[in-house]
């Protein structure tokens, strides 16, 4: 599996194997029945601690994303299409209030951005 882990990010470790993770769900690069790496294997793999890798394993079990069954590991779930909509937005959002934070850092205008956004919408239809 290939999980980029950016050791300087203010993001945790756990939670950018995690988001990691869940975009190969929704992109269907990971299929659904498919195993997960073990929690062992993964860990050594990125050279972090087997805690970290069973935290975001965790935490994808809880958002339903991945079944854990002890003794034969990891498993990916179906992913309803709602879900998996919803989860595609939030990641939008969260990017948008990035580029709009630093828009506003940069002095760019609510004019100007609206502007830019326009402009790329209508470059796509």
């Known amino acids: 599996m290939n999980i980029i882990i950016q050791n300087n990010s203010m ?51 809880k958002e339903g994303f991945i079944a854990t069954i002890h003794g034969k590991g990891s498993y990916v779930l179906p992913v309803n299409p709602n879900v998996k909509k919803e989860e595609i937005l939030y990641q939008i959002q969260l990017e948008l209030e990035g580029t709009i934070q630093k828009a506003r850092n940069s002095g760019i205008t609510k004019k100007e951005l609206s502007e830019l956004v326009e402009m790329l919408l209508k470059e796509e239809s």
């Not at 194997?17 to 790496?37: A, D, G, M, R, V």
């Open 11 to 61: 993001i945790p470790i756990y939670d950018q194997i995690c988001s990691q993770i869940k975009s190969l769900i929704l992109n269907e690069k990971l299929k659904e029945s498919s195993p997960l790496p073990s929690v062992r294997s993964l860990a050594k793999e990125l050279k972090i601690s087997a805690l970290t890798v069973k935290k975001a394993y965790d935490l994808l079990e």
